[in-house]
């Protein structure tokens, strides 16, 4: 057990995940209020939490706030503070300039500087001493994330007595790209801190099981990596999903339905509408996506005065340089297509730079014809669960990324290399001109994917496979154990 004494309430189940699921936010006026997270961990966590209480702990996505444990709404929430300078080196740095791309297939390129990786370790001795605080004797601590890939260990070195679970949200590459980590014993150590480690796919928990078999020599047999102290851990696929029954309740809603209506009125009634939803990521290829469709205007393929495109992009990590020219890029585009190939009447392309609540999501799913995904490399990609879970009539395409992890599951999809313009242009112009029957057939059967496969069947098949490990022992306090 930890020396100190605990200054928390303590919980039999504690969440640890770098961002709390609200922002706290300041005004221009000076007034602060909370607004909810941005992201996929946030939108899955969310109906785990309130179904199962317990405690989040989690920084509150602003600079130098030491703020006590709160409640809010369903959540009990522990704070942990990052100041100015942390959140340069551990979170902009270490976390979305080192690990963000280099386990995105280095679509961007990782960068290596030993003071970020400090500040990533201090950091996470600051979550794990948190989480050892808050979780009460003997309790389950899920730890979420690449942020915090360090916390297992530290915290089992703390509190010996926890049944610790990990998952990554995000892809986990292969060796020859991981090996490139100036950094990564101390990583691959610090995972194995937890009793089980969840990836969103098996080819994630295989590179990873592989690297502990070749890099680090341990013994593996299947997904059981077994460690030099005998204690052994489980890196197992366990592919997130969303609250499908909430969604689809949300989009068959009076309001919603009303709002998606009257969304299409707004943007010109067209026989087609085009959507893209996400945060604004080098890694979601918007900019390709939108490239595509381009050139399907240009060469008459769609009909400007017919179709419409929505794309809605959530402001993400600003300050970060390849998000910043991500953005520029973005703009440029959408304004030469627009300048090019819309009219007085209808832009060729609507484009928001902007989070937009769930109600008018949802309105989006409802009304949009074609739901656009296209991402180099996503660990899940919640949006086009979102968008099927919506589509309770049937109808609507989606279009998909082969390196989405969902398309392991969303096998029905019109399937897309979106490092092929030509790919994406054929999916987008199938998925458009498809017969009724087709689509009503590839809907159906998206559907009974994501509504057998929801978050609580995750959540639930995660956390009983912890329940299901031996009952720690709380006797070692090797690292290494
Ligand atoms: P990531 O976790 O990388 O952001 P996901 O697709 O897994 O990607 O999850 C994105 C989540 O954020 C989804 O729940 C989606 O509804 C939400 N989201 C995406 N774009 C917006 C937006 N413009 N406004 C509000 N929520 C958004
Ligand atoms: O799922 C990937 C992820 O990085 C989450 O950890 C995070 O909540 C979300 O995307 C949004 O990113 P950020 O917290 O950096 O705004």
Redesign the pocket.
């Known amino acids: 057990m930890s020396e100190e004494a605990p200054q928390y309430d303590q919980a039999d189940f504690v969440v640890v995940a770098n961002r709390l699921p609200v922002d706290r936010t300041t005004d221009a006026d000076g007034t602060t209020s909370w607004r909810t997270s941005?992201?996929?961990?946030v939108?899955a966590m969310e109906p785990v939490m309130q179904e199962r209480h317990g405690a989040w702990v989690g920084w509150v996505g602003a600079p130098d706030e030491t703020l006590d444990p709160f409640d809010y709404d369903s959540y009990h929430l522990v704070p942990v503070p990052l100041s100015a300078a942390e959140i340069e080196d551990y979170y902009e740095g270490f976390s979305n300039g080192t690990l963000w791309p280099l386990y995105h297939d280095v679509v961007a390129k990782p960068e290596y500087h030993r003071e970020w990786w400090d500040a990533y370790h201090a950091v996470n001795e600051r979550f794990a001493e948190a989480a050892a605080q808050v979780a009460a004797p003997g309790a389950t601590v899920w730890v979420q994330d690449y942020q915090l890939q360090l916390v297992p260990q530290m915290l089992r070195r703390r509190r010996p007595d926890l049944r610790i679970g990990f998952f990554l949200?995000i892809p986990f590459p292969p060796v020859e790209l991981f090996q490139q980590l100036p950094w990564r014993r101390q990583i691959i150590e610090g995972l194995l801190g937890a009793d089980i480690i969840g990836f969103q796919t098996p080819g994630g928990a295989q590179n990873f099981t592989r690297i502990c078999r070749h890099r680090m020599k341990m013994e593996t047999h299947r997904e059981v990596v077994t460690l030099p102290s005998g204690r052994s851990t489980r890196a197992k696929a366990y592919p997130i999903s969303i609250d499908a029954k909430g969604f689809e309740a949300l989009a068959r809603s009076r309001p919603v339905q009303d709002r998606a209506r009257e969304l299409r009125h707004e943007l010109g009634d067209p026989e087609v509408l085009f959507l893209g939803?996400?945060?604004l990521?080098y890694t979601k290829g918007i900019y390709h996506r939108l490239r595509a469709y381009g050139e399907l205007l240009a060469e008459g393929v769609i009909d400007p005065r017919k179709a419409a495109f929505l794309q809605?992009?959530?402001p993400s990590r600003e300050r970060v340089e390849e998000y910043k020219r991500l953005r520029d890029e973005v703009n440029m585009l959408v304004g030469r297509i627009n300048g090019d190939l819309g009219d007085l009447r209808r832009p060729a392309i609507t484009y928001l730079h902007?989070?937009?609540p769930r109600t008018e999501?949802a309105a989006m799913y409802t009304t949009a014809d074609v739901c656009v995904v296209t991402p180099l490399r996503?660990g899940?990609?919640?949006?086009c669960k979102?968008y099927v879970a919506c589509r309770s009539g049937t109808d609507g395409a989606l279009v998909l990324s082969e390196f989405a992890g969902a398309a392991g599951e969303l096998r029905q999809a019109y399937m897309i290399n979106p490092y092929d313009i030509n790919s994406m242009k054929h999916g987008m112009t199938l998925a458009m001109n498809d017969t009724v029957q087709n689509k009503r057939r590839r809907m159906r059967a998206l559907r009974r994917q994501v509504f057998t496969h929801d978050i609580e069947a995750w959540a639930a098949s995660f956390l009983d496979d912890l329940a299901a490990v031996p009952a720690p022992q709380t006797t070692s306090t090797d690292p290494q154990a």
Request: aromatic share 0%; net charge negative.
């Open positions: 941005p992201g996929g961990l939108t949200h939803v996400d945060r990521d809605v992009a959530t902007t989070s937009v999501m996503d899940m990609n919640l949006v979102e």
